[in-house]
């Protein structure tokens, strides 16, 4: 038999929103049989409520969020994205004893900290698998499954948006622009999307994947962000002739002597043969490495209404049963509180494409250059057309500042003409 019906308050009928509400209302025979007792959806609260919404009743439609709190539902799904009014609209709403579910990585980036106190002074569930990589259950493996274990990296693509133009761009030669409207019109980009393409949406989930992979609080700020808006044609054909594929990667992992972390976004140069590189469109994977689990790797639809609807589902199903059953799920940990680190202490391989003068002595002095600053070439290649030569240089391990301190070497040479680019290369064998 099941219990008394749980109430569902929607804040935001958007992309998402629109695709939590008609889950609830579509398959609420399932949830009431996976839950114990039925779920109610009481509201849905947008800014505009003239705007049509298909699947959502317009009964329950509402411009005020705060009254629609203020009726004290059990469960408060908070899919409008922004960090006002939305934090305040959380906390009013765990005051009241609701659990809160949330898709917001800004907020849980900016300011997971004061959630998760309200969450634990309420006693109620904060639950937000749908923030990070969409659909993928990801957190909940982090959170949960690899709590007895060590984790030492998480990487992986875990921006939607920027993902579908990179494979445009390197699949069709698509111009930048045209593929940042197409991901916009399929619902993947955010709201404002120089937050997908400048980096920062994937900087927000950095780290909140870093937090719960290190229980370590990491914030936004701590991120070291660079986004994909300077990716030009040119370096994806140079990718493409070298046998990579150019992704917007997050790293989260321990410094080389595990004494801190160091959480970064960046464009990163990827062999086309990793896995990584056969991830396309708005898919993510995330790649988790654990001292006693080894490599694991997380994939499937990153962003998009009912991808990112199924995890905010998930999550009101889990927190639906603890109100059943009268439990409560995991809160912050954070007891390790391990440094973050600059990206400057990040060891990685590099590729610099130049443009050089071709004649005797040119690559002695660049070679020179690289190992003035302790900086190991692996692979150099060479083009001649005319009096210039295109000379791309990959590097085995070295650190950010001594890459920084060659470029800047390179760039004072009379033989370089021009610095073309400079990326990270991630994903090789021993890397
Ligand atoms: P969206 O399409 O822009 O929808 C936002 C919804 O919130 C709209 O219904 C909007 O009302 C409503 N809203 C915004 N501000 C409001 C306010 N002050 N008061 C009342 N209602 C308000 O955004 P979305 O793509 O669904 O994303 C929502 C959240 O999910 C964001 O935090 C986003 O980062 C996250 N997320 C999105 C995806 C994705 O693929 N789209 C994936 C994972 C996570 P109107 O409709 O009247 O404008
Ligand atoms: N704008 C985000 C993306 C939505 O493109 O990945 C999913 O979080």
Do not use: W
């Not at 900087?203 to 290190?214: R, S, T």
């Amino acid at each position: 038999m099941s219990a008394a019906p749980l109430t569902v308050a929607l804040l935001g009928g958007g992309t998402v929103g629109a695709q939590v509400a008609r889950l609830l209302l579509e398959q609420s025979a399932d949830l009431e049989a996976r839950v114990g007792a039925p779920l109610q959806l009481v509201g849905v609260a947008v800014r505009d409520t003239a705007k049509p919404r298909e699947g959502i009743p317009s009964d329950l439609i509402t411009d005020d969020a705060a009254e629609l709190i203020s009726r004290g539902s059990d469960i408060v799904v908070e899919v409008m994205g922004g960090i006002e009014p939305a934090r305040s609209l959380i906390l009013q709403a765990m005051a009241a004893g609701s659990s809160v579910i949330t898709a917001n990585k800004a907020l849980l980036a900016a300011d997971g900290a004061t959630l998760y106190q309200a969450a634990e002074e309420s006693g109620v569930d904060l639950y937000f698998e749908a923030s990070v990589a969409g659909a993928i259950p990801l957190l909940r493996p982090l959170r949960e499954s690899l709590a007895g274990d060590r984790v030492m990296k998480v990487l992986g693509i875990v921006n939607g948006t920027t993902n579908f133009i990179l494979s445009k761009m390197d699949e069709e030669g698509a111009d930048y622009a045209d593929v940042l409207a197409q991901a916009q019109e399929l619902g993947y980009a955010e709201a404002d999307p120089t937050a997908d393409v400048g980096g920062l949406d994937a900087a927000a989930k950095a780290a909140i994947l870093a937090e719960l992979a290190f229980h370590t609080r990491v914030t936004f700020d701590d991120v070291s962000c660079e986004g994909i808006t300077d990716v030009t044609s040119a370096d994806v054909e140079a990718a493409r002739a070298m046998g990579f594929v150019i992704k917007l990667l997050a790293v989260a992992e321990r410094t080389p002597d595990g004494s801190g972390v160091i959480v970064r976004v960046h464009p990163a140069m990827v062999p086309r043969d990793h896995p990584l590189a056969s991830v396309r469109d708005a898919f993510n994977a995330v790649f988790v490495e654990a001292e006693a689990a080894g490599e694991m790797m997380f994939y499937g639809r990153g962003a998009g209404g009912a991808p990112t609807a199924s995890a905010v589902l998930g999550d009101v199903v889990a927190a639906a049963r603890n109100r059943v059953s009268g439990g409560r799920g995991p809160g912050e940990s954070t007891y390790a509180d391990l440094p973050v680190r600059p990206i400057s202490e990040a060891l990685t391989r590099y590729y610099v494409n130049l443009d050089v003068a071709d004649r005797p002595g040119v690559l002695a002095a660049i070679a020179n250059a690289f190992a003035a600053n302790g900086v190991s070439i692996q692979v150099v290649r060479q083009d001649g057309h005319g009096d210039d030569a295109g000379l791309v240089v990959r590097t085995h391990l070295a650190s950010d500042g001594a890459l920084s301190r060659t470029v800047d070497e390179l760039r004072s040479l009379d033989a370089v003409k021009e610095v073309l680019g400079v990326m990270r290369v991630e994903g090789e064998a021993g890397a």
